[in-house]
């Protein structure tokens, strides 16, 4: 199994960008797959979330900014990030996780699967 996360770079505040997750060894229609963030000195915190049926989930400090899709052709999730803030500064990681264990989606424990991170900076 493995999720490769790319995208992201340097954006200006308020601008926007869009992260890939290759997803192989996983089906999308399986499998959950949600994306992280690690800024520097900080614990990683969970972002979104998109279901085996399509269903998605966001945290309260990205919903109505950021929005997660997915390609199944393509096995891939993608996170669209508009109106960026300086506090969206973060390693974002994509995760899997297993639908019939998975609870509450915004606990790093539930993810079975991890990626490398990808850096997204926002610059004021």
């Known amino acids: 199994v493995q999720l490769q996360a790319s995208g992201g770079g340097l954006v200006k505040a308020g601008g926007s960008t869009r992260l890939s997750c290759v997803v192989s060894g996983l089906s999308l229609d399986t499998y959950e797959i949600g994306w992280f963030r690690q800024a520097p000195g900080k614990e990683r915190e969970w972002v979104s979330t998109?279901?085996?049926?399509?269903?998605?989930y966001y945290a309260d400090s990205v919903k109505g900014r950021f929005t997660i899709s997915r390609d199944i052709e393509k096995n891939t999730v993608y996170l669209h990030m508009n109106s960026l803030k300086s506090e969206d500064t973060a390693v974002y990681y994509c995760a899997g996780a297993n639908p019939w264990t998975v609870v509450l989606r915004h606990e790093t424990y539930e993810y079975d699967y991890w990626g490398r991170g990808t850096q997204v900076t926002v610059s004021s």
């Open positions: 998109i279901g085996s049926t399509d269903d998605t």
